[in-house]
């Protein structure tokens, strides 16, 4: 088992804190976790990921995005793709060269989405805001 993470959002302002909060326990609290599938390897041009299939996923991100448009970054509105990123900030050639070798060993299968949780950036290291499990 490896413990990983999809970013749905990269900035929420904090004064969202409360409502986020309150909107992930309905998300969550005795509701089954979505399905999804590690669907394949995708290239980040400076790094490499696994993209992530949830159409479950999808749905509650569009709920959230929906609840808080007029607080989106645009990074955040726009469009997303769910993945894991495995390599980041490396050279183009570095990534491609990993991907290659990804590439000769990658299969699909099923992946477990155990919740959501909210962290805070605080200049440092990421701090736990909180954490929304799935039944």
Known sequence: MLDAHCTL??????????????????????????????SGLMSLGKGVAI????????AIRRDLVEAFAGML?????????????????????????????????????PVELIGIGTWWYRGGPWEMLSRHLFA
């Not at 993209?51 to 999808?58: E, N, T």
């Not at 490396?90 to 699909?108: G, I, N, S, W, Y």
């Open 51 to 58: 993209r992530i299939d949830s159409p479950g996923l999808v």
């Open 73 to 109: 970054t645009p990074q955040d509105a726009g469009g997303w793709r769910a993945h894991v990123t495995i390599q980041n900030k490396v050279t183009p050639a570095t990534a491609k060269l990993l991907l290659q070798q990804m590439e000769r060993d990658f299969r699909p299968r």
């Open 9 to 38: 959002f990269h900035h929420l302002p904090p004064s969202a804190e409360a409502e986020l909060k309150h909107r992930l326990n309905g998300i969550t609290r005795g509701v089954r976790a979505p399905d999804a599938r590690a």
